[in-house]
């Protein structure tokens, strides 16, 4: 079957970093993405990855190896702001878009 | 980034009445649309892929008769939530995929609907 973890929930620190990982086993693997939810609205892309490597935007990187089945999402400088859910959703070989449960990812001051 | 726009934002009806919620691509032509729902602190449900043209294909579990979708053009797709209940109350989120940007799906804003 398909199949993505990440962690439930994290805690982080205003200013400091916070990694996000998340592991797929899917039938094919066509790109993974990363988004952010606030709560009461709909996601927002962060990212995009098809190949290895690290792709940097601004505070956020998102990192894919795909012979590991494994991405993370890097957050620089935390805000307050930056507290919401992080889902990372892969597309497969039909170009589905198959979702992981989401990060909860709480900011203290 | 493409846009998607979905209407109306939060809707309240009575039960045993049906709604009819639009989500339109406004800058690009969407073959696929996707419709997902999500309940209070969990995560986004798959409801039903929606293909310009043909029928839905519905996720295991969703009543395809309660939940009717039709997606006339490329632009446009709605759901129809028939004869709703409270247990139908939820955050309706519908996305449109842009095959010439990775396939990427976007967002529309969401509608929130309340059945009493």
């Known amino acids: 079957g398909q199949n993505i973890d990440q962690p439930t929930e994290m805690t982080a620190t205003e200013g400091a970093i916070v990694q996000i990982n998340c592991t797929y086993q899917?039938?094919?693997?066509?790109?993974l993405f990363w988004y952010q939810q606030h709560a009461g609205e709909a996601p927002t892309f962060l990212s995009y990855?098809?190949l290895d490597g690290l792709e940097e935007k601004g505070r956020f990187s998102s990192f894919l190896s795909r012979s590991k089945g494994y991405s993370y999402l890097l957050l620089k400088e935390l805000q307050m702001k930056d507290s919401a859910s992080y889902l990372c959703?892969?597309?497969?070989?039909?170009?589905?878009?198959?979702w992981g449960a989401g990060t909860k990812l709480i900011i203290k001051p | 980034g493409a846009v998607v726009s979905q209407h109306p934002s939060w809707v309240i009806c009575k039960s045993g009445t049906s709604v009819k919620i639009e989500c339109r691509s406004l800058d690009f032509q969407a073959t696929t649309m996707f419709w997902y729902r999500q309940f209070p602190k969990q995560s986004l449900m798959l409801m039903a892929t929606?293909?310009?043209?043909?029928?839905?294909?519905?996720e295991q579990g969703v009543e395809k008769d309660k939940f009717l979708i039709n997606h006339a053009s490329l632009t446009l797709s709605t759901l129809t939530v028939t004869s709703a209940h409270p247990e139908d109350s939820s955050f309706y989120i519908c996305?449109?995929?842009?095959?010439?940007?990775?396939?990427?799906?976007?967002f529309g804003p969401g509608t929130r609907l309340t059945v009493l």
């Open positions: 959703a892969v597309t497969d070989s039909n170009y589905q878009l198959i």
């Open positions: 929606s293909n310009e043209g043909s029928k839905a294909t519905y």
């Open positions: 996305s449109a995929r842009d095959e010439t940007n990775h396939n990427e799906q976007f």
């Open positions: 990855n098809v």
């Open positions: 899917t039938s094919g693997f066509n790109g």
